[in-house]
């Protein structure tokens, strides 16, 4: 309990306690001042036993809310309404004192009582609808209870309830989740359960983050009946003394990450391995690209030369001088293939993506030209 607790409680005590010597000083006034007179004490003693034995109880009302492990508020409470009850009684005193001041009647005894008994039943009334008023939010209370028990009772995550005094934390109860889970946790739950993200989870440090500390989010780990299962801590502080410790369960989502991240390493081998194959294919490209440029179009180039010279060295109307003109052309054909095979390559491989206008009559006129002959 902090010094504010404390004192709540000792004021309300204190003021119960004043309240009872006030009034215990109306029999003792009377006792005093009748004590000479004859048979004075004895009757003065009978008629205070009642008030007297009234009064008492106010001080065993003090002393059991001062011994009692019951809430500050609930002193404070009882005195207010202590309090309430004198300032009640005096109104009736000083209504039913200025009525016989200003009307110079006494009142008769049964008057006096009647107006006590009318006076005690407003009262009466006025207490009835704070007492009806308290009932309500009693019952509202005790619904939001139940609901809360049944959350409590029937969650699938795991919660523990923890109350907090002097920077202590208690466990005071574990829903039937965590007891069936960790059925044989101790009285301190918290060394049953293995930190998963290097975040310690002990009861001084939910102690801590239950003071305030929104950084904290702890994973833990526990193995039970049901394999290995991964925890994620919530924290849910109530009023400041009582709180929830809340695991769920993430161990699905655990998976479903480690699966989607053991996919994305396939997926990275395989595009490194298909990265790497695309490198060897297009090494061997330019290998037989190499072959064709040096050997084959130097070898075109010679066939080329050869079949010019014959067709310049031939007649216009000789046969042979066609033969060779088409020689000629045909090895032009072949040479132009083989650059165009570089163009190729360079366009799979990605060097030299350019594009640039070209007039396609002209292409197919070659074509055609090269496969009418």
Not at 68 to 92: C, F, K, M, Q, Y
Not at 217 to 243: A, K, S
Request: aromatic letters at 6%; charged letters at 30%.
């Amino acid at each position: 309990m902090d010094l504010s607790d404390a004192r709540r409680r000792w004021v309300g005590v204190g003021t119960l306690a004043a309240v009872g010597l006030l009034l215990l000083l109306i029999p003792v006034v009377d006792v005093t001042t009748r004590i000479l007179s004859p048979n004075g004490p004895v009757a003065s003693a009978i008629e205070n036993a009642f008030p007297t034995l009234l009064v008492t109880s106010l001080f065993v009302a003090a002393a059991y809310l001062a011994r009692s492990n019951r809430p500050p508020e609930d002193a404070t409470r009882v005195a207010r309404w202590a309090v309430l009850g004198l300032v009640a009684g005096l109104v009736i005193i000083v209504g039913t004192i200025g009525t016989h001041l200003l009307t110079n009647y006494v009142l008769p005894t049964y008057l006096l009582a009647g107006n006590i008994l009318m006076s005690m039943a407003a009262a009466g009334t006025v207490v009835g609808f704070v007492d009806a008023r308290l009932q309500r939010k009693h019952r509202e209370l005790r619904a939001e209870r139940d609901r809360f028990s049944a959350l409590f009772e029937n969650s699938n995550d795991l919660v523990l309830e923890v109350e907090r005094h002097d920077g202590d934390l208690t466990v005071v109860d574990r829903n039937p989740a965590f007891r069936e889970l960790l059925p044989d946790a101790g009285a301190d739950p918290f060394s049953s359960l293995e930190p998963e993200n290097g975040t310690p989870f002990t009861r001084e440090a939910v102690a801590t983050a239950l003071d305030g500390d929104e950084s904290y989010d702890p994973e833990v780990r526990v193995e039970g009946d049901r394999g290995v299962r991964d925890f994620l801590v919530n924290l849910v502080d109530v009023d400041g003394e009582r709180g929830f410790v809340v695991l769920t369960d993430i161990t699905a989502q655990k998976e479903r990450q480690r699966l989607l991240e053991e996919r994305e390493r396939e997926l990275e081998r395989a595009a490194t391995e298909l990265e790497e194959e695309l490198a060897e294919r297009t090494s061997q490209l330019e290998f037989l690209h190499s072959l064709l440029r040096h050997d084959v179009q130097n070898g075109m180039m010679v066939i080329n030369s050869r079949a010019e010279f014959l067709a310049d060295r031939l007649d216009e109307d000789d046969d042979l001088r066609e033969y060779a003109e088409t020689i000629a052309a045909r090895s032009d054909d072949i040479s132009d293939q083989i650059d165009r095979m570089r163009t190729t390559l360079d366009t799979l491989t990605g060097e030299g993506r350019t594009s640039e206008r070209v007039d396609l009559s002209a292409v197919l006129e070659r074509r055609v030209a090269v496969l009418r002959e």
